[in-house]
T-cell receptor, first 113, second 115 residues
Framework: GDSVTQMEGPVTLSEEAFLTINCTYT??????LFWYVQYPGEGLQLLLK?????DKGSNKGFEATYRKETTSFHLEKGSVQVSDSAVYFC????????????FGAGTRLAVHP | DAGVIQSPRHEVTEMGQEVTLRCKPI?????LFWYRQTMMRGLELLIY????????DSGMPEDRFSAKMPNASFSTLKIQPSEPRDSAVYFC?????????????FGQGTRLTVV
């Protein structure tokens, strides 16, 4: 079945470091891909999305490119801030009649000054 | 719009008691999802509705769990009887879905503790 695999955390970085969080997926057809972020004590918020191959989603300095050939959607940011500390979830949405949103396990990011 | 509203925010109950979690989706949305989040299993999809009809409940852990959506503006997730292993954060999310894939909006969650 459809699934999402993320790199395990926690990821610990110093402020202004480069961030990569890997995400790969397994799906039939052509899903849309998302990154959600969860700040402490809150629900998930959409960070960025891409709906077709080679699309690049971007928001708040974060980017991810939909790579169909490698079935990947890695999240990157050139210079992280302490305020980026959160849990990041990769997700896919496959429109197989009724849309179903499937999440990866989440990756906790801790950024230190 | 106030977003997805869940209640209560926190619930502490004794093992064996019935627990009801509530969700008000965003007005106009036609899909509603219930998720459970734990450290061990991450974010699990329990059930989702489309136009108030349950579409996939394969994630519901067992018969103690049930979910209803009597109308477009309200859904409940009930656990009866509750057990300590049900302790988790339960999220409700809603979205408007047609042939184009759209994002889901999440509530702030209900933290359930069963003692």
């Amino acid at each position: 079945g459809d699934s999402v695999t993320q790199m395990e955390g926690p990821v610990t970085l110093s402020e202004e470091a480069f961030l990569t969080i890997n995400c790969t997926y397994t799906a039939t057809g052509y899903p849309s891909l998302f990154w959600y972020v969860q700040y402490p004590g809150e629900g998930l918020q959409l960070l960025l999305k891409a709906t077709k191959a080679d699309d690049k989603g971007s928001n708040k300095g974060f980017e991810a490119t939909y790579r169909k050939e490698t079935t990947s959607f890695h999240l990157e940011k050139g210079s992280v801030q302490v305020s980026d500390s959160a849990v990041y979830f990769c997700a896919l949405l496959f429109s197989g009649g009724y849309n179903k949103l499937i999440f990866g396990a989440g990756t906790r990011l801790a950024v230190h000054p | 719009d106030a977003g997805v509203i869940q209640s209560p925010r926190h619930e502490v109950t004794e093992m064996g008691q019935e627990v009801t979690l509530r969700c008000k989706p965003i007005s106009g949305h036609n899909s509603l999802f219930w998720y459970r989040q734990t450290m061990m299993r991450g974010l699990e999809l329990l059930i989702y509705f489309n136009n108030n009809v349950p579409i996939d409940d394969s994630g519901m852990p067992e018969d103690r769990f049930s979910a209803k959506m009597p109308n477009a503006s309200f859904s409940t997730l009930k656990i009866q009887p509750s057990e300590p292993r049900d302790s988790a954060v339960y999220f409700c999310a809603s979205s408007y879905q047609d042939r184009l894939n759209t994002e889901a909006f999440f509530g702030q969650g209900t933290r359930l503790t069963v003692v």
